[in-house]
Nanobody, 122 residues
Framework: QVQLVESGGGLVQAGGSLRLSCAAS????????MGWFRQAPGKDREFAAS????????YYAESVKGRFTISRDNAKNTVYLQMNSLKPEDTSVYYC???????????????WGQGTQVTVSS
């Protein structure tokens, strides 16, 4: 089992920045690729970003590319999502998740956090 706890969400004005953190415990964190997904009210959960187990490769949805940066610190068992130039359409609950292999599909992720709310005001 891997337990994931997100933090860092909140209310920010358009154009602002937030940094989300996801702390992992349980099985060896460095064995897992990590992803960030988001879900807005009335919409399906969607992929935002992912990172391989060693952190050498990152992947982004087109909607966040150039504005969001995913990173990880395996020594701290933590993955981050730096979000810059935030837009009202980024408003969602953000979830981190762990998978054996990097994927853009939520179906590939075995473990999920409880989510953290990000609200961007216009």
């Amino acid at each position: 089992q891997v337990q994931l706890v997100e933090s860092g969400g909140g209310l920010v004005q358009a154009g602002g920045s937030l940094r989300l953190s996801c702390a992992a415990s349980g099985r060896t964190f460095s064995n897992y690729a990590m992803g960030w997904f988001r879900q807005a009210p009335g919409k399906d959960r969607e992929f935002a970003a992912s990172i391989t187990w060693g952190g050498s490769r990152t992947y982004y949805a087109e909607s966040v590319k150039g504005r969001f940066t995913i990173s990880r610190d395996n020594a701290k068992n933590t993955v981050y999502l730096q979000m810059n130039s935030l837009k009202p359409e980024d408003t969602s609950v953000y979830y981190c998740a762990a998978a054996r292999w990097q994927s853009r599909s939520s179906n590939e992720y075995e473990y999920w956090g409880q989510g953290t709310q990000v609200t961007v005001s216009s």
